[in-house]
Nanobody
């Protein structure tokens, strides 16, 4: 699996951004797609995840982004999106797309369960 991330950039507080993650599958498709973020000096934080086989009921959000961020997938485009609304300065971080082949519903936001990482994209929110 190869993950290519696009989007990100600088925005003022209260603004919105959308990140895209194109998923290229060579052998097996991942069961679980997620987004993580990492600020300097901080651990990588899982913020959203989606069960690729059951997107209707299989979505998880960290409390820090619940109600503001949304994860969606477009199977025809092999793309996972992260819609970010009402951005806050504390959302400033490097954002990563991630894929795992294991069972998504067990620790869906755990970095240690990730099998493949995409490259990071910087999101900067100014006050």
């Amino acid at each position: 699996v190869q993950l290519v991330v696009s989007g990100g950039g600088a925005v003022q507080a209260g603004g919105s951004l959308r990140l895209s993650c194109v998923v290229s599958t060579f052998v097996a498709s991942p069961n679980c797609m997620s987004w993580f973020r990492q600020s300097p000096g901080q651990e990588r934080e899982g913020i959203v995840a989606i069960d690729a086989e059951d997107a209707g009921s299989g979505k998880w959000y960290a409390d820090s982004v619940k109600g503001r961020f949304a994860i969606t997938q477009d199977n025809a485009a092999n793309t996972v999106y992260l819609e970010m609304n009402n951005l806050k300065p504390e959302d400033t971080a490097m954002y990563y797309c991630a894929a795992r082949f294991g069972y998504c519903r067990q620790y869906p936001l755990a970095a240690r369960a990730v099998d493949v990482w995409g490259q990071g994209t910087q999101v900067t929110v100014s006050s």
